[in-house]
C-alpha cells in the first residue's frame, strides 16, 4: 500500500476543511501524485507542409499555458468525489489525464480495478447505427469484449425505457431519447472506476430521479465515481468529498457543502469595485452592480421586509463592456441555498419595458448597452414567503441568440421577511378552500 | 442494479489484480490489451463496412461499379485505341486484378489519412488504442477488396482461365499489399493531424504511384532504365508475382525482371522502411493527438 495522504498533507491545498471523511481507512483507488500539465498553444502555427516549404525556417511559436501545477490527491475505493472549478480551472484536464486522453508531464497516476474510459455522454455513438448497435460499440470500447456488449443490449435498453426504438437509427432519436441511452451505456459498464463530465442534467424528471438512485446505488456498492460539475446541487448531494480546483492548483479538499460554498464565493462574490478583483474575476465580467435595494410602496428605502408589504426591489447595473441583448435573470434563495424563484428579463425585448431610458429599447427585441451605460432595473412582486432570511442575485447573460453564455452571477441584497404568519414550507398560500359535507 | 457484482474478465486486470494500484501511462498507440485492440478493430471496421454496404440502395454494387467502370474505360484505352493491350495474353484479367489490387492501396490509405480526424469526437474523450483508428481504415478496405475478388474471381473463370494452386499465392500477396497499406496509413493519419494539406499532397502522390507500379501496362514495357527504378517501389513486384501467379504463368517473375534476387533488395528495405516508419511517427504522435485536434 502507498502511503495514505489525508488531505491535510496536500501540497496547495491551504484550507482544509474538517469534513468527515467515512472511507478513511479504504483502500486507495486513484492515487494522484504532483501531476503536472501545460499546454502548447501555437501562436503562429504552421499546420500545412506548403507553408514549411514556403518558410523552412521559421519556428514553431508557442505560448504555454500551465493547466495543472502539481496535483496530489488520493481518492479511496467506494468515494464519490467531487470535482469543481470554474472553466479553464484545469478540472477538466485533470479528469482526462485519469481518463488517459491526455499525458501528464511530469507526477503519476496509479489505479486500482478497471476504469470506464468515458468522460462524456454518448461518446462515439454513430448515427448512422441502430441504438442496439451504438450500444455493443460502446460496450466494446468500454473494454467488454462482443458477447458481453451483446448479452447487455436489452438490460441498457430497458433503463432507457427504449425497448421499442432498438432498430432505430441513432440520427431518428429525440436529443432526450439519445442522452437516456447514452447514460444507461455509461451506468452498465460496470466498471470500477467511473469518470464522469457533467452529466447530470438529463432527461425529463423521472429518468433524473432514475438517475438520483443508481448514482446513490453507485455509491452504495463500492463503485469510485468522480465526478466534475459545477452542478454544486449535485456535488452536495451525492459526493462524499469533493476537491476544488483554482487556477491550476487544488484550492481546497473536503466536505462537498463546504467546497460547494467556497467555490460560489470564488466564483459569485460582490465584485470589488476597483479592478483590483482580476484574481477571481469570472472570464466575461461584464457588468457590476452600481446599487440594489427594497423599497416600501412610498420608494423609502428599507432594509428588510415585513410580511404584509410587496417586494419591490430596485437595481442599478452597469455596463463594464457593450453589452448586445443582455439578459438578466433574477433568483432567489433562502438561507439552505433552495432556489425559490427566478425569473428572466430582457432590456430590450418590448417597448414598454425600456427602463433603461436610452431610447434604443424598440420592440424588435433588439439592442445594446454601450460601456458606462446604467440599467436601471425595478420589479415589484406579491410577497407569499414566509418568515426567514432571503438572497437575491441577478445572472448577467449577453446577447443569448450567439450563444455567448458568460454568464456573471452578483449578489444583489439579502433581505429578512418578518411578520409572516408561520406556515410550513418555504411560501405562502391563501387557498379558496370549499367543503362541502354530503350524506 | 447489481452494479459491482458482477466482475468482468478483461485481457489484463484479473479479479485478484483489482485492488492493486497501476500506473496508468496515458494515452498511447497501443495498451489496454491485445483482445480489446482486435475487438475493436473488427468493430470499427465491420461497422464501417456494413454502413457503406447497407447503408444505400444500391451498396455493394456502387463499390463495385468504380473499380469495374475504371476497368471498362482503361480496356478500351488499352486495347482499342492503343492497342498495347492485345499483345498481352490476358490483358483483360491482367489489368483488373492490377486495377482491384492497387485500388485496396490507394482507397484505403485514402481513407486511413482523414480517419484520426474524422474520429476526432472519440479520441478527445475517450481512452482506446489509437492504432485501431487508421488500422480500421485498412481493416475496412480489406473486406471490400475480398469482396471485389469474388467479383474477379468470376470474370477470371468467365475469360477461360483455369484455377490453379498457385491462385493462392493471391494470400501472400495480399498480406503484403496490407502491411505495406496499414503502414502507410499509420503514417498519414498522424500526418494529417499536423498538417492538413497531407491529403492534396498525397492523391497527387498515389496518383504518380499509380502509374509508378505498373497497374497498366506490364513493367517490362518500360525499358531498362525506367524498370530499374520501378523496381524500387515494393508494389511493382508484387503486382508482377501476382500476374505470374494468377493469370499468365509464363510472365516473367519479378525476380527476372529485376535481374536477380538482389536486385529486390530496395524494394524489400523501401516496403519495410514504410511500415516502420509509419508505426514509429504514429506511436510517437499517439500521446498527443488529443492534444492537436
Partial sequence: ?439 | MEAGTVTMPTAEVGQEEQSELREITGPAALGGGRKRFLELLVLMSVTDFKKTYFGTMLGYLWSLLRPLMLFGVLLVVFTKILRVGSTIPNYSMFLLINIVLFGFFQEATMNATQSVVAREGIVRKTQFPRLVIPFSATATGLFNLLVNLIAVFGFMLASGLYPRLSWFMLIPVILALTALTAGMSMLLSALYVRRRDTLIIWSVLSMALFYGSAVLIPVEFAGETLQKIMFINPIVPILVQTRVWMIDPNAPTAVELAGGWAHLIPAAVVFIAVCVLGWWYFNREAPRVAEEL
Fill in chain 1, 1 to 439: 500500500m502507498p502511503t495514505d495522504l489525508t488531505s491535510a498533507e496536500l501540497p496547495g491545498a491551504p484550507e482544509r476543511i474538517s469534513g468527515h471523511d467515512p472511507q478513511a481507512g479504504d483502500p486507495v483507488a486513484i492515487e494522484i501524485r504532483d501531476v503536472s500539465k501545460t499546454f502548447r498553444i501555437p501562436t503562429d502555427r504552421i499546420d500545412t507542409f506548403k507553408e514549411r516549404a514556403v518558410h523552412p525556417f521559421r519556428p514553431n511559436n508557442y505560448r504555454t499555458l500551465k493547466a495543472l501545477e502539481s496535483i496530489s490527491l488520493d481518492i479511496r475505493k467506494g468515494e464519490f468525489f467531487g470535482i469543481v472549478g470554474r472553466n479553464g480551472s484545469g478540472k477538466s484536464t485533470l479528469l482526462k489525464i485519469l481518463a488517459s486522453i491526455y499525458r501528464a508531464d511530469s507526477g503519476t497516476v496509479r489505479m486500482a480495478g478497471r476504469l470506464a474510459p468515458f468522460i462524456e455522454l454518448g461518446v462515439g455513438f454513430d448515427p448512422d447505427l441502430a441504438a442496439r448497435d451504438n450500444i455493443i460499440l460502446n460496450g466494446v470500447m468500454m473494454g467488454l469484449s462482443q458477447a458481453e456488449a451483446k448479452d447487455r443490449v436489452d438490460a441498457v435498453l430497458e433503463f432507457a425505457e427504449l425497448e421499442e426504438f432498438a432498430d432505430l437509427k441513432l440520427k431518428n432519436y429525440s436529443s432526450g431519447m439519445a442522452v437516456r441511452l447514452a447514460f444507461s451505456v455509461m451506468l452498465q459498464s460496470e466498471a470500477d472506476i467511473l469518470l464522469i463530465d457533467e452529466v447530470l442534467a438529463v432527461g425529463d424528471a423521472s429518468f433524473q430521479q432514475k438517475c438520483a438512485d443508481v448514482f446513490h446505488d453507485m455509491r452504495d456498492s463500492g463503485r469510485t465515481v468522480v465526478l466534475v460539475t459545477h452542478d454544486m446541487g449535485a456535488v452536495q448531494t451525492y459526493c462524499n468529498r469533493a476537491m476544488l480546483i483554482h487556477d491550476a492548483e487544488v484550492h481546497m479538499i473536503g466536505d462537498p457543502e463546504e467546497v460547494g460554498r467556497e467555490y460560489l464565493r470564488l466564483n459569485f462574490a460582490r465584485d470589488p469595485s476597483g479592478e483590483g478583483g482580476d484574481a477571481l474575476a469570472v472570464p466575461g465580467l461584464h457588468a457590476r452592480v452600481v446599487d440594489a435595494w427594497l423599497e416600501d410602496e412610498g420608494g423609502v428605502r428599507i432594509d428588510n421586509l415585513e410580511g404584509d408589504q410587496k417586494i419591490r426591489i430596485k437595481t442599478v447595473i452597469e455596463a463594464r463592456e457593450r453589452l448586445d441583448n443582455p439578459v438578466l435573470g433574477f433568483h432567489l434563495y433562502n438561507a439552505d441555498n433552495l432556489h425559490i424563484f427566478g425569473f428572466n428579463h430582457k432590456p430590450f425585448e418590448d417597448e414598454d419595458e425600456d427602463e433603461d431610458g436610452d431610447g434604443d429599447g424598440d420592440g424588435d427585441g433588439e439592442g445594446s448597452v454601450a460601456a458606462g451605460e446604467r440599467m436601471e432595473v425595478s420589479f415589484e412582486l406579491d410577497n407569499h414567503l414566509t418568515n426567514g432570511h432571503y438572497f437575491l442575485r441577478c445572472w448577467v447573460t449577453r446577447d443569448r441568440q450567439a450563444g455567448d453564455m458568460a454568464l456573471q452571477a452578483i449578489d444583489l441584497l439579502d433581505f429578512v421577511v418578518f411578520n409572516v404568519t408561520p406556515a410550513p414550507g418555504v411560501m405562502t398560500v391563501e387557498p379558496e378552500v370549499d367543503t362541502r359535507i354530503e350524506g
